[in-house]
T-cell receptor
Framework: GAVVSQHPSRVICKSGTSVKIECRSLDFQATTMFWYRQFPKQSLMLMATSNEGSKATYEQGVEKDKFLINHASLTLSTLTVTSAHPEDSSFYIC?????????????FGSGTRLTVV | AQSVTQPDIHITVSEGASLELRCNYSYGATPYLFWYVQSPGQGLQLLLKYFSGDTLVQGIKGFEAEFKRSQSSFNLRKPSVHWSDAAEYFCAVGAPGGYNKLIFGAGTRLAVHP
């Protein structure tokens, strides 16, 4: 079946630095990628939606200059957390739409645990 | 506002016992409804989904869910739980048709005692 590889699974970075998270669709073309974050004991909250070759659409309240999303190809999307701060520590997860799949045929990555110290 | 509520943060059942995980939603119209499961270190896997038609839907791994419009609920059930079912379960809703964003509940963590 469809697989989305998300890396890294865990990352610790110093406050003020930037961190890049990658999501790759291994055996399908992902026309749309969704990026979520999840705080402990809370829902997955959608941060942004990206379509291949176009700018991402950010949800209200998400800083687009802080969370840079690039979806330059049909198999790769990246989320860069710029100038990370401790409050950015969270679980980030991507979800890709397989262009061949039926409605809501989404495949999720395994997530990235970001800790900013 | 659109929202999904999973009232039970944590549930513990004995292996072989039946299971019901609750999900209630608030939405303008009848949304598409989903249940996902997440094991530690893994991505979310779709268990089942409801778009329309028969309100009792069957999914993978022996799970089923029942849509009740009057109660705005979509509870997940399994008649006999296996130890491998221990995981986090998420209920989600999406706008009907096409490919739209999902709104997730907070999740229910299931523990299974031998």
């Amino acid at each position: 079946g469809a697989v989305v590889s998300q890396h890294p699974s865990r990352v610790i970075c110093k406050s003020g630095t930037s961190v890049k998270i990658e999501c790759r669709s291994l055996d399908f073309q992902a026309t749309t990628m969704f990026w979520y974050r999840q705080f402990p004991k809370q829902s997955l909250m959608l941060m942004a939606t990206s379509n291949e070759g176009s700018k991402a659409t950010y949800e209200q309240g998400v800083e687009k200059d802080k969370f840079l999303i690039n979806h330059a190809s049909l198999t790769l999307s990246t989320l860069t957390v710029t100038s990370a701060h401790p409050e950015d520590s969270s679980f980030y997860i991507c979800s890709a739409r397989d262009r061949r799949a039926s409605s809501y045929g989404y495949t999720f990555g395994s997530g990235t645990r970001l800790t900013v110290v | 506002a659109q929202s999904v509520t999973q009232p039970d943060i944590h549930i513990t059942v004995s292996e072989g016992a039946s299971l019901e995980l609750r999900c209630n939603y608030s939405y303008g119209a009848t949304p598409y409804l989903f249940w996902y499961v997440q094991s530690p270190g893994q991505g979310l896997q779709l268990l089942l989904k409801y778009f329309s038609g028969d309100t009792l839907v069957q999914g993978i791994k022996g799970f089923e869910a029942e849509f009740k419009r009057s109660q705005s609920s979509f509870n997940l059930r399994k008649p006999s739980v296996h130890w491998s079912d221990a995981a986090e379960y998420f209920c989600a809703v999406g706008a009907p048709g096409g490919y739209n964003k999902l709104i997730f509940g907070a999740g229910t963590r299931l523990a299974v005692h031998p």
